[in-house]
């Protein structure tokens, strides 16, 4: 599938960011650690998200959803330990299910995650954690296989923060018998929204949210109603948006804490940022500044909004430093921007961008989630029609990304085929 669109509007209008999804995944894998009925809401619609429920379901949980953004589970019917279906192959969180069923059957069986192509991406991490539980993890034929006789409390010093981690170790950790403690955990709202809902469910966990978590395992956890915290990348993606094309956005129903690091980036850039309770205004009025930009853990700027701020940036007056400190091969799609007529120097994990003045339609491919919905966004400041094809990848983390656009004054199409894409292009011509 891909996108067709004219470039050239200022996005101006307000838009309702959804609840997150990396918060989501960790939360769905959670909601299958008690046997009694869990209900959560605010549950983003996207690809990611319905793969997981999916392999919940094929595990023989009950999997109700109530409506678009409410699901209802309940896993006491659940069968299997064993995770393998070919869809969960393609979702990096598909991991959660370790700990979630080590903590809870003291035994898992996962197939080794993919996710997005963005750097080799270990788990060796998670499987520390879980040895210091008292599991042994063996990696065999394609799958990850966690068991413990018992599994207890332990000291986990985490030796690169990490997200995944860090929410799959207080996953099992949860139901182990006895404390944990897991240091240099990652900071992320995600995480602590994952903690609050296991608490919710009666798990005992402390400090989420600094680099020091405590756990105090309990037996049994049980049923709760939570509502996720909305996406702090999805919010980031639209006020980078009003960055990109010129335009006046508010992004509503979000926590503006969690994007102070995107504020602050874009005030630096020249737009002007408005905080309100659960809104943030962004209005760019003159072409951006350049700037540096280095991703780092929360409360660093985040590695997920690195392909975003650098087309806002390849647009500015000037020279910018882009450094990508958490995955090694996140630059992909800066080829593709230089197809738009973006001025970009790569080398290892440093982008050197220098500004121009106007980007001009081009067909180029979405490499991965993040960059894909960046290379959108540089098409929609484009001069002319722009094709990004592969949204596949797009459609993972952003609930209904053409329609959200268009509402903001975007003229985008989803087209799945040569004529559609053809149509489009005359209509949007003419
Ligand atoms: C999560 C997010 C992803 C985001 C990333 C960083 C989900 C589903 N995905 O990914 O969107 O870009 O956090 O904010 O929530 N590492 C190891 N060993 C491990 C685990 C990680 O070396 O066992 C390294 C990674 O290669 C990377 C760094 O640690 O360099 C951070 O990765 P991590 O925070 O784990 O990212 P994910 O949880 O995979």
Redesign the pocket.
């Known amino acids: 599938m891909r996108y067709v669109m004219k470039g050239g509007n200022p996005l101006v209008g307000e838009v309702v960011i959804g609840g997150a999804?990396?918060a989501a995944?960790?939360i769905l894998a959670a909601a299958i650690m008690t046997d009694e009925t869990v209900v959560i809401e605010n549950l983003p619609d996207v690809r990611?998200i319905n793969v997981l429920l999916e392999a919940i379901r094929e595990s023989g949980a009950v999997v109700e959803r109530l409506d678009r953004h409410t699901v209802k589970i309940n896993a006491q019917s659940i069968g299997s330990i064993t995770v393998n279906n070919e869809f969960i192959k393609r979702?990096?969180?598909s991991y959660y299910l370790l700990g979630a069923f080590l903590g809870k059957y003291r035994r898992a069986s996962v197939a080794l995650p993919g996710?997005?192509n963005?750097?080799?991406?270990?788990?060796?991490?998670?499987?520390?954690g879980f040895r210091a539980l008292g599991a042994t993890t063996v990696v065999e034929y394609g799958m990850v296989n966690a068991e413990a006789n018992r599994l207890r409390g332990g000291h986990v010093y985490l030796?690169?923060?990490?997200?995944?981690?860090?929410?799959n170790i207080m996953l099992a950790a949860s139901m182990a018998e006895g404390n944990t403690i897991i240091e240099n955990a990652?900071k992320?709202p995600?995480v602590v929204d994952v903690a609050n809902m296991l608490n919710s469910m009666g798990a005992n966990i402390k400090g989420a949210g600094t680099d020091v978590i405590r756990i105090s395992g309990v037996r049994k956890l049980h049923g709760t109603e939570y509502s996720i915290i909305p996406d702090q990348?999805e919010a980031g993606t639209y006020m980078a948006a009003a960055a990109i094309t010129k335009g006046d956005i508010t992004v509503r129903n979000v926590i503006p804490k969690h994007l102070e690091a995107i504020s602050s980036k874009l005030m630096e850039m020249g737009c002007e940022v408005s905080e309100f309770d659960d809104a943030v205004r962004v209005v760019a009025k003159h072409r951006m500044q350049p700037t540096k930009v280095k991703t780092l853990?929360?409360p660093g700027f985040?590695?997920?909004m690195q392909p975003q701020i650098a087309v806002a940036l390849a647009l500015a007056e000037g020279t910018s430093i882009v450094t990508e400190s958490?995955?090694?091969n996140r630059f992909k799609y800066m080829d593709e921007l230089a197809r738009m007529g973006a001025n970009v120097k790569v080398e290892g994990n440093i982008a050197v961008i220098d500004g121009v003045k106007r980007f001009t339609g081009a067909e180029v491919a979405a490499p991965d989630?993040?960059a894909g919905a960046a290379l959108v966004m540089a098409g929609l400041a484009a001069e002319g029609c722009s094709v990004v094809e592969d949204v596949e990848y797009i459609m993972r983390g952003y609930e209904d990304f053409e329609g959200k656009l268009r509402e903001l004054g975007a003229e985008i199409n989803l087209a799945s085929t040569d004529k559609d894409v053809q149509k489009y292009k005359l209509s949007l011509i003419g």
Not at 159 to 167: C, F, H, K, W, Y
């Open positions: 999804k990396n995944l960790g990611d979702i990096r969180a996710g997005c963005i750097g080799s991406r270990p788990i060796d991490q998670h499987l520390k030796d690169v923060v990490s997200v995944g981690a860090t929410i990652a992320e995600h990348i853990p929360y985040p590695t997920d958490i995955f090694e989630l993040r």
